[in-house]
């Protein structure tokens, strides 16, 4: 099984004070503010999202798009092994944003989906494709998005984010 991600930010705040004093003139007192983000440290319980895409490119694409937008995110790069995360993850992922064509993988996008909700009818599901998205209709399951490649950034995470605040996860 693949996995990357689940990074988080800690946020911090320092202060610096800057004492100017001269002979026979007035003291100043300068103050910054500093905000501080360290990558890998603080926030936890960010929702975790498994992304299915056999594409590295586009693993990294919406790694980063996810992550930036507040998430925690777990790759796959097939079906098979997104359908394994799936079976061991007690319901820890809030979210799937798989691809529509896996490449050489057994089960596809459509069967990943339909997978995650048999084992919750309401997981919220976001597809990805170039060449599929006129299926839609007819192979995707309900309550779910697509997004044509190729896409903004910020569509996936808003998409995600819909989904989520549409109170369609049991999680």
Known sequence: MSGRGRRNAC???????????????????????LLAIRVGACVENLPLIL??????????????SLTEGGYEVEIASSGENAVALLNVSEGKYRALVTDINLGSSNI?????????????????????SGNDAADWASKGVP????????F????????????????????
Request: include cysteine; charge should be negative; hydrophobic fraction near 45%.
């Open 108 to 128: 596809d996008g459509w069967g990943v989906a339909r997978y995650a909700r048999e084992i919750d009818p309401s997981f919220p599901v976001v597809y990805m």
């Open 152 to 171: 903004a950034p910020a569509q996936l995470v808003t998409a995600v984010s819909q989904l989520l605040n549409a109170g369609t996860s049991s999680a």
């Open 143 to 150: 309550n779910s998005i697509m997004l044509e490649k190729p």
């Open 51 to 64: 992304i299915v895409e056999d594409d590295q490119l586009l693993q990294s694409l919406a790694e980063e």
């Open 11 to 33: 946020i911090g705040y320092c202060y610096f004070l800057h004492i100017f004093a001269e002979p026979n003139r007035h003291s100043r007192v300068m103050s910054w503010l």
